[in-house]
């Protein structure tokens, strides 16, 4: 199920949910190993005179490849895989269930009917399995281990150490009247998360609704369930910024009793993502991804204009300057133009490469202190130097943007760039898939990426984005329990590797990062890792502190004014302090 919203700034293609996704085989080396084994089984019994009283393989490699496409395997369906007889396959499923393999999960609550599904330790015996006969086969077809080649396709202990498993079903499934319902946010992660319905649904045992919404629909869609008696949903995905509005107006469910009961680790989280989900000391959401904006921009066309990647603003510039060319159909830079929250976003964190938030944070050490914001802190800073400098700024790049910049939102921009139109782009690596999955785009195999230049008084900084799960506060009690499961397990590392080999390239989780088959999907990955352990990702430009949405579309609306030609940067600013400051005045913030 999935609703269209009308809307002016839609995010791609991803709020457009088919009904029924395809069903798809993940794509993972465990997936094809299976197929191979399953050849290589039946080469073995035609060619060898071997006894056929043995089947077990048989029903392991239905069962694996089941469960990874989500398909329901029964004891009746496992059965006929095995060519056996009923009953002598009947023996060797409870000799399976009986060692641990296999899990037996009641379908109905009178348990007379049942499926089947790997356990964990089956799941984790294949996937050692497979990277023991691999390194059996390579050097029987000349393939050495320690070379390139080698090293890319055999990974040593060290490495296979690190290789997440795909996530096993629960031993009981979820109790959820009607199915899990979830108002999600339209971008290839929750796509990944739509086409891998199937396996969710397995996983879980029940059915899976999803309405798919943009960036502003989204939001109003969450205020408007909070004022129903009980939520439409059991999940919302909340973008990183609205959780200090939320929860201070009691709309999401604290989570904190949920954690310390089940001794839930958050270490493996990016901290920024964790620290984003917290209001007033507690924690409301669960990160799903985290997702820097960075500078991206084409290797080959500044090596051929002899241009170092740009670190300053006035680099930058120059750089724009230099490779704009219209009459070839080519532009300097592509960003987010567009009136309110598209505009509000880029000049937040424009304010933030001159070393100013967009309300009066206090400094700490390393950056800004948004989780005690209140009073005074909370004030609007459009008529700071930072904000002026901000707005110079973007009629600088104006002049070599594509035509269509003040209509240019975040997928737009992305486009432009993986297009070949844009030369540099401001990006959301949640978006980056345009660029590193698609072999015909001119960007492909050529792009590099960078925090924000910076401007004067700035230091290296890469605002961060994204988007978290958590559960509305009016969900109807006897539901609370089973949705905290399901939280915890969309959220695992174990999915979150999932979503990422099914189109997605963000993660909040250092663990599946550093999983080999991932990092070798796309260089980004690293890069991110990287910048988020040396904390240069930060949340500041964009707090998640009460009233921050209201500000963010207050400037929005205003500053675009000053790129359309109609108001002065010194008039604009001051329409959007005076605005600002009524806002949160009223809300008695200060």
């Not at 293609?13 to 993940?26: A, E, G, H």
């Not at 059996?136 to 055999?154: E, H, K, M, N, Y």
């Not at 946010?185 to 396996?199: E, G, R, S, Y």
């Not at 996983?203 to 408007?224: K, P, T």
Request: charged fraction near 25%; aromatic fraction near 8%.
């Amino acid at each position: 199920m999935s609703d269209l919203p009308d809307e002016s700034h839609p995010e791609g293609p991803y709020d457009r949910l088919s009904q029924t996704p395809r069903p798809k085989l993940s794509n993972t080396e465990l997936s094809r190993f299976i197929d191979f084994i399953e050849k290589f089984e039946e080469e073995t019994e035609h060619s060898l005179s071997l006894s056929h009283g043995y089947r077990e393989m048989r029903m392991m490699l239905h069962l694996m490849r089941n469960h990874l496409a989500g398909r329901l395997t029964t004891p009746t369906s496992l059965a006929d895989a095995s060519g056996l007889s009923y009953g002598t396959a009947k023996r060797g499923i409870e000799s399976i269930i009986q060692r641990g393999l296999i899990l037996s999960r009641p379908r109905t609550k009178s348990g007379k009917t049942v499926s089947l599904h790997p356990s964990p330790m089956m799941i984790d015996e294949w996937e050692a399995y497979a990277h023991r006969i691999k390194g059996l086969l390579g050097p029987l077809f000349g393939v050495d281990p320690a070379s390139d080649t080698g090293r890319r396709i055999f990974l040593d202990a060290a490495a296979t150490g690190r290789v997440i498993s795909p996530p096993a079903v629960l031993s009981v499934r979820l109790e959820l009247k009607g199915g899990l319902r979830g108002l999600i946010h339209a971008d290839p992660t929750f796509m990944a998360m739509h086409n891998l319905k199937q396996q969710l649904e397995s996983v879980f045992g029940l059915e899976i609704h999803n309405s798919a919404r943009s960036i502003d629909d989204l939001l109003e869609a969450i205020l408007a369930n909070a004022g129903r008696p009980k939520s439409r949903y059991d999940l919302v995905a909340c973008d990183l910024p609205w959780f200090g509005e939320l929860a201070s107006k009691g709309i999401l469910l604290p989570l904190d009793p949920f954690i310390r009961r089940d001794a839930y680790d958050l270490s493996d989280f990016h901290s920024v993502a964790i620290q984003s989900t917290r209001y007033a000391g507690r924690q409301y959401g669960m990160p799903l991804q985290t997702t820097p904006e960075l500078l991206c921009y084409r290797k080959d066309i500044l090596e051929e204009a002899q241009l170092a990647p740009p670190t300053t603003t006035e680099e930058l510039v120059k750089a724009a300057r230099r490779l704009h060319d219209p009459a070839r159909g080519r532009y300097g830079i592509a960003w987010n133009a567009a009136r309110g929250t598209p505009l509000g976003h880029t000049f937040s964190f424009l304010m933030a490469k001159f070393g100013q938030p967009i309300i009066d944070l206090r400094r700490c050490e390393g950056g800004y202190d948004f989780q005690q914001a209140s009073g005074e802190a909370l004030r609007p800073m459009f008529q700071s130097d930072a904000a002026y400098r901000a707005c110079e700024y973007m009629l600088d790049i104006l002049k070599y943007s594509p035509p269509n910049i003040l209509h240019m939102a975040w997928y737009e921009r992305a486009q432009a760039y993986a297009s070949g139109e844009a030369c540099m782009a401001y990006c959301y690596t949640l978006l980056s898939p345009l660029i590193e999955f698609d072999r015909n785009s001119p960007a492909w195999g050529k792009t590099g990426y960078l925090p924000h230049p910076v401007g004067n008084h700035g230091r290296p900084i890469t605002p961060i984005g994204g988007y978290a799960l958590a559960i509305p506060a009016n969900l109807s009690e006897e539901r609370i329990e089973s949705v905290w499961t399901a939280l915890r397990h969309l959220t695992s590392a174990n999915m979150s590797k999932l979503y990422i080999l099914n189109g997605s390239l963000v993660t909040p989780r250092f663990s599946v990062s550093q999983d080999p088959e991932v990092s070798a999907l796309s260089p980004l990955i690293e890069i991110v890792d990287d910048m988020a352990r040396k904390d240069i990702l930060q949340a500041w430009p964009r707090p998640p502190v009460p009233g921050i949405t209201e500000v963010i579309s207050i400037a929005g609306n205003e500053i675009f004014e000053v790129l359309d030609g109609r108001r002065s940067i010194k008039k604009a600013l001051s329409m959007a302090q005076d605005r600002a400051d009524r806002v949160m005045r009223d809300r008695g913030y200060y």
